[in-house]
Antibody
């Protein structure tokens, strides 16, 4: 079964750090681009970051640039999001999502169940 | 950045109804638009990509159309399991981003 499972969420104080993980199974992880998407409580979806299949190309949303770092370990079938200088507005469920690129266009075809990050004192 | 405006933001409908949700982009995005369904407490699920291509395993009552700046998601005959929130996403700038989502349309039972 194709699956993504996030972990690492929790309660952290403003200014603190947290590292999220996303474990992939059921597909050749090293062949796929990956993304992080977040959703604040009761709000819509916000794309956070992208990483290419090799890890050589990375992009971030302006809201997290300079504070968050995406990475991957293809040998461990794992995706990561290092979050530093956390703010209250980073409070959200964080999803990892697989990039699905076709001749007609891309999309995010597989999503994890999400991990909750709460930034509060 | 490209903005996506979904309408309506809330929709009340009955089982068997035909439902249409609109997504408008602030500038042309060709056909680089996807639709997702999200149920409470669950991850989003891909329904349609490239504006009109049905993702494998998604029931044929779902369809998408449009290009440029105006797009629609249609559910031809609403089923009980379709009550959820629907989001559009533009991927015109994939992968550089920002890969913006619409504000969502919540479909509830009338």
């Amino acid at each position: 079964e194709v699956q993504l499972v996030e972990s690492g969420g929790g309660l952290v104080q403003p200014g603190g750090s947290l590292r999220l993980s996303c474990a992939a199974s059921g597909f050749t992880f090293s062949s796929y681009e990956m993304n992080w998407v977040r959703q604040a409580p009761g709000k819509g979806l916000e794309w956070v970051s992208y990483i290419s299949s090799s890890g050589s190309t990375i992009y971030y949303a302006d809201s997290v640039k300079g504070r968050f770092t995406i990475s991957r370990d293809n040998a461990k079938n794992s995706l990561y999001l290092q979050m530093n200088s956390l703010r209250a507005e980073d409070t959200a469920v964080y999803y990892c999502a697989r990039g699905f690129v076709t001749m007609t266009g891309p999309a995010f075809d597989i999503w994890g169940q999400g991990t909750m990050v709460t930034v509060s004192s | 950045d490209i903005q996506l405006t979904q309408s309506p933001s809330f929709l009340s409908a009955s089982v068997g109804d035909r439902v249409t949700i609109t997504c408008r982009a602030s500038q042309g995005i060709s056909s680089y638009l996807a639709w997702y369904q999200q149920k409470p407490g669950k991850a989003p699920k891909l329904l349609i990509y490239a504006a009109s291509t049905l993702q494998s395993g998604v029931p044929s009552r779902f369809s998408g159309s449009g290009s440029g700046t105006e797009f629609t998601l249609t559910i031809s005959s609403l089923q009980p399991e379709d009550f959820a929130t629907y989001y559009c996403q533009q991927l015109n700038s994939y992968p550089r981003g920002p890969l913006t989502f619409g504000g969502g349309t919540k479909v509830e039972i009338k």
